[in-house]
């Protein structure tokens, strides 16, 4: 198994930036890939990021491209979500989770979200 911890959601103002960790243990050598998800009241959840956990491959909706960065930190089993520049739209809660290489994140391992407003 995998476990993940989230951290790092704030309130913010609209336009100001944050960055959000996500920490891995357990069973890492059998994680493919990272992403990172939102959910907003009332809206289905959805993609945000995603990194190869080599680090070299990454993904972004296009809701966040140029805004958002997601990368792997020093501490290998550590990614990070930096959001900058943003919106009343980005609040959220925000779930990082893995996959291996043969399967969805729905059978993934999933964090308990970590809480995201921007307020304007």
């Known amino acids: 198994q995998v476990q993940l911890v989230e951290s790092g959601g704030r309130l913010v103002q609209a336009g100001e930036s944050l960055r959000l960790s996500c920490a891995a243990s357990?069973?890492?050598?059998?994680?493919?890939?990272m992403g990172w998800f939102r959910q907003a009241p009332g809206k289905e959840r959805e993609f945000v990021a995603a990194?190869?956990?080599?680090?070299?491959?990454?993904f972004y909706a296009d809701s966040v491209k140029g805004r958002f960065t997601i990368s792997r930190g020093n501490a290998k089993n550590t990614v990070y979500l930096q959001m900058n520049s943003l919106k009343p739209e980005d609040t959220a809660v925000y779930y990082c989770?893995?996959?291996?290489?043969?399967?969805?994140?729905?059978?993934?391992?999933w964090g308990q979200g970590t809480q995201v407003t921007v307020s304007s």
């Open positions: 357990g069973r890492t050598s059998s994680i493919y890939r």
């Open positions: 990194i190869s956990w080599s680090g070299s491959i990454t």
């Open positions: 989770a893995v996959r291996d290489s043969g399967s969805r994140y729905d059978d993934g391992y």
